[in-house]
């Protein structure tokens, strides 16, 4: 079933119906989350190191125009072309453009949110471009025609058996296995014709430094490499956010990048691309989408401190259980929550309910987003803007006027409380969410006001 | 000292003996306790379903009622850090002191009243659920997320009760999945959180369910009662008002 087109609440029953699924998913997930505790604590600075990168972030976030002059200024003089995308469609023509000025028809790619963000692919293909994911986890879903469902791990709701069933069907494994050593040698024996016969890379961008007009790539396969050295053209996209001010500042956000994602002391390759190599072209598309949007939301504005650790979605409870695609955007979990908003209220309305509150996101977020905060905030102007049901708008009023009296709210639960001791039916039913699985609370014959006034006013 | 008790409307109106036991703690502890009888809600249930606009009664009411207190307390970590993060008024200068004298039962026993001793007996085993508003919000016990030196104010004084066992959990302060109106706009995700939180207090063999706020245990209770599991629940208060 498509959870895509679902509301996070329907979906997120849909992904329950199976829960032997459910326990591998949120237990594969919380493995990461313990790594991540571990790596962690053996940093005796973990917090100093915290604030440290959520002072640098503030800084960009305040001098966002500046340094992102500064770092056009620098990457120019090294030779890389650059060239700025308002929104995903000018993103996406100059891709286009850069690959079509080549003659090429294909390209291979590695990982890189905003190009999820912007519909890149779908976008590409429909223009008679080719395009091949060569992060491994991206390549997988990319086969099963499925957006990622994580932004570190674009695969993780997936087990061996799918993974091998998919290979069997596009790489013509032997049906039935599910040997990570031989599905991941077939792949890459797949990937390495890729890397071998394309003539234009795409990466991502982790960071990318004013100061030197350099950025690096961080990538777990070194997919990013072999695709770019490989390659006559590189092009690399970034949201506008990803800017630092220093190459030394890169000892802050490596460091707690790979620990916070996967609970490794550093990802296995950090590569700092500066200049083309001779006789290849590098572009640089630095990507607005919404972001100077955000940066104007007072309340909202850090989110863009974000370094797409996925932190926030190893430690969710809700997430865990819920899966990537209940949230039908590009970014899932709780960061994806407070940044598909600012994308498009409507269609993103539900995101911000998809919480506990719990605020375990806050606090293991390596830059210091108030996450949960910016939830409730998002909630507040999403109901304030008119994106709720008219029958929770008229609930919520009634509920307001019941409880802001107190005649009215002791008379409420007078008669609440005698109608479930005496009909509990009322409640006790199919159509009371609570009940489908827990049992009501009992209820007493007198509230504590009652027995308050009886027995200890005098 | 005069202190103003709040009760959470869902523990007046279904757990009153929640009520009762932390009126007899706070009396038992010296405090002058006083329970004003206009009280209704915080206004959490609105303002976390995105209509804190719609909280402004609640808000007023709540001013009225608890002005001139030393301090307030009450045994809920969310609706305290409902009131201390939320509480505005026509009359500001008094929701601010308000939102400064307010208290989770915990911590006024161990930061203000600095309880060393309770005459309380519970000899079972207890598995304590760290809800993530009294724990994250308040700052009640030190999180798993941070690596900063452990502390728990509930554990401090569980530690003052003869008898009691308390267990380690296999996750130590993961959220039961109640969240308020989630518990039924996210039902599938909310009752599997319960479910599972719940599992791992079975799997170590407690007794006894506690914890600070009454809305996570209420969760787990009708989680344990559809299982028929005999596991109870019981608010701290409970446990430290306690005897044989």
Redesign the interface.
Known sequence: MNQLNLD??TA??V??KN?PR?DWH?ETL?FVRAKR?RA??L?PE??DLREAASQIKNHVLSNMHDLLVQFEENARKNGIHVHWAANADEHNDIVLGIIQKTGANRMVKSKSMLTEECHMNNFLTSHGIEVIDSDLGERIVQMRKEPPSHIVLPAIHLTRADVGETFHEHLGTEKGATDPQYLTEAARQHLRDTFLTRKVALTGVNFAIAETGGFVVCTNEGNADMGAHLADVHIAAMGFEKIIPRAEHLGVFLRLLARSATGQPITAFSSHFHKPRPGQEMHLIIVDNGRSRQLGRTEFRNSLKCIRCAACMN?C??YR??GGHSYHSAVAGPIGSILAPNLDMKLNADL?????????C???CPVKIDIHDQL?KW??V???EGY?TTG??AA??A???V????RL?RMA?KI??GVLRFSPAVAENRF???F?????????S????????KN??S | MKVGLF?P?Y???????V??AT?KLLESVGCEVD?P?????C?Q??????????????N??FVRNFSGYDYIVSPSGSCTLHIKDHLHATNESEATTIRSRMYELTEFLTDVVNVSSLNATFPYRVGLHQS??GQ??LGLAQ??????PPFSKPVQLLNLVDGLELVQLD?R???C????T???????????????RVADHLRHGVNYITGVDVSCL??M???L??SNSNVQIKHIAEILTATV
Request: hydrophobic content about 35%; overall charge neutral; aromatic content about 10%.
């Open positions: 996070h609440a997120s029953a992904f329950n829960e459910v949120d919380w505790d962690a604590a940093i973990w917090e430690t409870p809700v259980r819920s911000p309910f998809a919480s506990t509150l719990c605020g375990s806050s606090n293991v409730y909630r507040q999403l109901m304030r709720g929770k708008g919520m009023k509920m307001a006027t409880l802001e009296s107190p709210y639960g609440g409380r009371n969410p609570w489908n699985q827990r049992e009501m609370p009992a209820p007493p007198e509230s504590f006001r009652d027995w308050y006034v200890k006013k | 009760i409307c523990i007046d109106q279904f757990y009153p003996h009520a009762i009126l329970y009888l206009q009280q209704t809600c206004g249930p609105m303002a976390n379903s995105g209509f804190e606009n719609l909280a402004g009664g609640c007023e009411n993530c508003h994250r919000g999180m798993t997320e941070r690596m900063l996750r302060d993961e959220c999945g109640f969240g308020g989630f518990c039924v706009t996210e039902e599938a995700v909310s009752a599997k959180m319960g479910k599972d209420m969760h209770e009708g989680i009662k559809r």
